[in-house]
């Protein structure tokens, strides 16, 4: 499965970002995959503040229970 990244911009919005990573991915390179993406759209410039960013893992129970197995 994979990661949604949320930035804060400096336009107040809210990007979020998919990162496709193994569930074992370290969250500060999580922030930076997704950081660099948005800094390459063009948008807005989004906080590089690493505690600004919601990060969370979307994943389905069969992977839960494939690595709880």
Do not use: T
């Not at 390459?40 to 410039?45: L, N, T, V």
Request: charged share 25%; proline share 4%.
């Amino acid at each position: 499965m994979f990661w949604m990244v949320a930035l804060v911009a400096l336009d107040g919005r809210q990007y979020v970002y998919r990162v496709y990573a193994p569930r074992k991915a370290l969250p500060a390179d999580l922030f930076w995959a997704a950081y660099h993406c948005h800094e390459d759209s063009g948008r807005p410039r989004a906080s590089d503040w690493f505690d600004s960013a919601e990060i969370r893992w979307v994943g389905g129970s069969e992977e839960l229970a494939r690595q709880n197995s």
